[in-house]
């Protein structure tokens, strides 16, 4: 059973395109987050919801919203996509109140 | 601004010897610390963590050192092996940033056979 599960694992799509990335987590932790990894391996967080509450919006363009229906889910969908959004995009879960956490596999988005 | 500090450099390590990664960190708010091991088409995995309060702790096979004077997390690896083969990133929280971890750039380690 995979503890964080994220769809697609690879997303190419042409620029201007709507495309969204889904994630579901059973572990069942109350906050949920999204990271973005460059073609440099670099982490940076973008959203963290808990228990279907945005607590952390970082400066992400408002094309880049997150939906979480319930706590075991948080999806992102984008909106006019642009070559720069071409990345792996990271979900992951952790409890509040504990410490590290579950990162899904990754989505690979190619925007050409 | 704040941020937890590694360039991508590559460590190219032979197997069985010692593997050192080091890490800079510049928030001295920063209370606790996890190091990362991201192998590659996967997502990064839990190796070990620290807390501010110690400046050692063992796992198996790997290391923690802290040194809060100057800022420094190095993650030891012993007798490193071809499945020690990863990007390695450490990663800080603070009091004030609530279950956020800001990850540093990362390192490569490459084991040779």
């Known amino acids: 059973d995979t503890a964080v599960s994220q769809t697609p694992k690879y997303l190419v799509t042409q620029m201007g395109n709507d495309k969204s990335i889904k994630c579901e987590q059973n572990l069942g932790h109350d906050t949920m987050y999204w990271y973005k990894q460059d073609s440099k391996k670099f982490l940076k967080i973008m959203f963290s919801?808990?228990?279907?509450?945005?607590?952390i919006n970082e400066t992400v363009p408002n094309r880049f919203s997150p939906k979480s229906p319930d706590k075991a889910h948080l999806n992102l969908h984008i909106n006019s996509l642009e070559l720069g959004d071409s990345a792996v995009y990271f979900c992951?879960?952790?409890?509040?109140?504990?410490?590290?956490?579950?990162f899904g596999s990754g989505t690979r988005l190619t925007v050409v | 601004g704040e941020s937890v500090g590694l360039h991508l450099p590559t460590l190219s390590v032979q197997e069985g010897d010692n593997s050192i990664i080091n890490c800079a960190y510049s928030n001295s708010a920063s209370d606790y610390f996890i190091w990362y091991k991201q192998e590659s088409g996967k997502g990064p995995q839990f190796i070990i963590d620290i807390r501010s309060n110690m400046d050692k702790r063992q796992g198996q096979r790997v290391t923690v050192l802290l040194n809060k004077t100057v800022k420094h997390l190095s993650l030891q690896i012993a007798a490193t092996q071809p499945g020690d083969s990863a990007v390695y990133f450490c990663?800080?929280?603070?009091?004030?940033?609530?279950?956020?971890?800001?990850f540093g750039g990362g390192t490569r380690v490459l084991v040779k056979p």
């Open positions: 992951a879960s952790s409890q509040q109140g504990a410490d590290g956490y579950t």
């Open positions: 990663a800080e929280t603070s009091p004030a940033a609530g279950n956020k971890l800001t």
């Open positions: 919801y808990n228990n279907k509450e945005l607590i």
